[in-house]
């Protein structure tokens, strides 16, 4: 009876060991190199079964050490089928490229031999193809990342067969690359993709298709802000609010063990993208009153990064934000006869900062020196700007001339 429990946990750690593999808990390296420990282990156990039925010697016993090193140096090599596995992914890796370039080169060539529906159909089924052969790879080959490799070609191939749908205006002249419809039709391509990506990046567990998922979304939001009729600060505006929509997105499916896959890439993500926002917004603005409210948005959401990640630093941005925001305000506006009781109102909400934030950090001391070096600045720049009024006055007259060069 012993032996026959024995190969029936051999059995059961077998299949589970499977199961782990198949549904790409585990990688395929990692299920030879368990799978093969586990048989060594066995081997082992059963060579010292034998050894205490025989009574044999203390001197067979240390003999058999130099054996387990040996195991453990095997354990290092890769199997064939794991080298022929990393060659096949290295030359998809290039093929990507390859294929990437040859793909957008058919999306926007013009073809004599073919209908316009010709070209846009062939460049569609190329991104079937390759979900095809992403399927026998997995379910007949069994090599997953061969599978993985045809599905990330899939996908890249589905925003270029977006792309010739609006070159060859299949969708009518108003949804073009030249009609009035073009920028809802860059919305309609990337928000058609997200659901595909997520669901992809569920099935496989993959993190590169969270993050497409996040630029499908991010696209589709800017091609939708283009195509409404406000200036430019209003763009970022709106940029802003879906960077808070998706800290709420965060906030919501963190709650949700069975989103976990995509709750560890949505932060990252968010992080990339509002820095990538925040450099244009830096460079391209046009009303300054307004940029300057973005700019104090911004600030508010980098605050909001020291809550979600815990990193302490996001503070420094938050400060130097809040600062730029509420003088471009202040210089630009009506509150320019109240400049420096909004500097002091500023160095009082630093102080009060500590009460709002926690997590075992002394942000009391943090803020108390932030708000100095603030104040600081505010009290030099103030009497700067007093001293150099009163001087034009006493001497120029013209008095106009170097106070709007000191503004």
Known sequence: ???????????????????????????????DKVYEAYEKFNYISIHKETLKEKETTPVN????KPEKKKVVRENKKKTPEQLRERNITWLLNLGVILLLIGGLYVATSNWETMSSWMKASSIGLVACLFYGMAYISKRI??????????????????????????????????????????????????YILVPIYLLLAKKISSRLFVW????????????????????????????????????????YMKKKPSFTWFTKEVLPFFQASLVLT????????????????????????????????????YHFVFTLFLVYGVCLLVE???????????????????????????????????????SAVVSLIAFVY???KAFLVNFSRSHNGDDDFLFDSCR
């Open 141 to 190: 080959l069994h090599i997953n990342q061969t599978a993985f490799a045809f599905t990330v070609l899939g996908s890249l191939f589905l925003p270029i067969f977006l792309l010739s749908l609006g070159w060859f205006q299949l969708l009518g002249s108003y949804f073009s690359f030249t009609g009035e419809g073009r920028y809802f039709l860059g919305m309609l391509s990337g």
């Open 382 to 384: 103030i009497s700067a």
């Open 212 to 251: 497409f998922a996040g630029v499908a979304t991010t696209i589709g939001t800017a091609f939708f802000l283009t195509a409404l009729p406000i200036q430019r600060d209003g763009f970022y505006f709106g940029m802003i609010l879906y960077h808070v929509g998706l800290l709420h997105v965060h906030f």
């Open 332 to 370: 630009n506006s009506i509150l320019l006869t109240v400049g420096p009781i909004m500097y002091a109102l500023v160095g009082s909400f630093l102080l009060g900062m500590p009460l709002f934030l926690r997590g075992g950090v002394d942000w009391k001391k943090i803020f108390s020196l932030t």
């Open 1 to 31: 009876m012993d032996s026959v429990t024995k190969e029936q946990r051999k059995q059961i750690f077998r299949e589970e060991l499977y199961l782990l593999k198949k549904e790409q808990h585990i990688s395929y390296a990692i299920y």
């Open 61 to 64: 016993i240390v003999n058999a």
């Open 278 to 313: 925040t450099a244009f917004m830096l460079f391209l603005f046009d009303n300054p009153v307004f940029y300057g409210m973005n700019i104090i948005f911004t600030a508010v959401l980098y605050l909001s990064m020291v809550f979600v990640t815990g990193h302490k630093n």
